[in-house]
């Protein structure tokens, strides 16, 4: 058996490398942040004007502030449709179950950029949703209302995102004792009233857990407003990725993403305060 200095040292050698690769470019955003870009050189004065211009501009907070309530949407619909499918997935028997769990999961293991060119052809004026809507009647022509908009971007980052909230509500949900279920209904407790009581406190965890995946994830992605949501479809997320390209305004765009990375944070530690309140 190794000694405890040993597990030490071995413990501090496994943590080093994802320090590096995860600490050492955070950090360097964060030194970047308080630079600033002058003739295509970065000086770094150790200022805090970056963050200066972007709370002083609209233009850019105004952008900030949509994404945060684009990403609540989003969070919001992946929760109204995911919760349902956890719930049908759970209460499967056996063998069901985990094939339809499988299913739903089968959507991570695809590349995201085909699943993005998929998403756009179906919402295109030629895809499966205008043609389904013109055949019921309910438009008399093919529209363009379902792409190049923040509708767009709304409807496939849901789709997207909605396997990281399934997976962990139904992870949740498989965790509630079969024998607090039965309980509920010995004690007279009809399907509704054992919901409400039992299954929707305990499952709570895993709620918030998909939520919190589906707004951090919403909330950097620039690659979906970028296909899909045109120029109507901006994001802070697009904006940053502009300051690491054209603008070449590096300590302005790792400025912004720092900004991110606090809003990120900070909801991480809620969202934790708030399951550990409610664990299975």
């Not at 955003?29 to 709370?55: C, G, P």
């Not at 895993?206 to 589906?214: C, D, E, H, R, V």
Request: hydrophobic share 55%.
């Amino acid at each position: 058996m190794p000694t405890r200095g040993l597990r030490g040292l071995i413990f501090a050698a496994v943590a080093a490398l994802p320090a590096v690769v995860i600490l050492v470019p955070l950090g360097s955003f964060l030194v970047m942040s308080v630079a600033r870009a002058e003739k295509h050189r970065i000086i770094y004065d150790w200022t805090l004007q970056n963050y200066v211009n972007f709370l002083g501009n609209w233009t850019y907070l105004s952008t900030f502030l949509g994404t945060l309530w684009l990403c609540l949407e989003v969070v919001l619909l992946s929760l109204i449709v995911g919760y349902p499918i956890a719930w049908y997935i759970w209460r499967q028997k056996s063998w069901k179950r985990y094939a339809l769990l499988q299913l739903a999961a089968l959507p991570l293991f695809m590349s995201y950029i085909v699943k993005l060119y998929t998403l756009r052809s179906m919402l295109g004026l030629n895809g499966l949703v205008n043609q389904a809507l013109v055949s019921l009647g309910i438009l008399e022509q093919p529209s363009q209302v379902f792409l190049y908009n923040q509708r767009a971007v709304l409807i496939t980052m849901t789709v997207i995102y909605l396997p990281y909230v399934v997976l962990p509500i139904f992870l949740s949900l498989e965790r509630i004792p079969r024998s607090l279920l039965q309980a509920s209904t010995d004690l007279g407790a009809g399907g509704w009233d054992t919901f409400r009581r039992v299954v929707l406190p305990l499952s709570m965890p895993g709620t918030i857990a998909g939520a919190l995946f589906a707004f951090v994830l919403a909330l950097g992605d620039f690659i979906t407003p970028q296909m899909v949501g045109g120029t109507t479809g901006f994001t802070i997320g697009r904006v940053i990725f502009s300051q690491f390209g054209l603008a070449f305004d590096w300590p302005f765009g790792a400025s912004m993403a720092a900004i991110l990375l606090l809003v990120a944070l900070l909801l991480i530690v809620a969202a934790g305060y708030a399951a550990s309140r409610r664990r299975v």
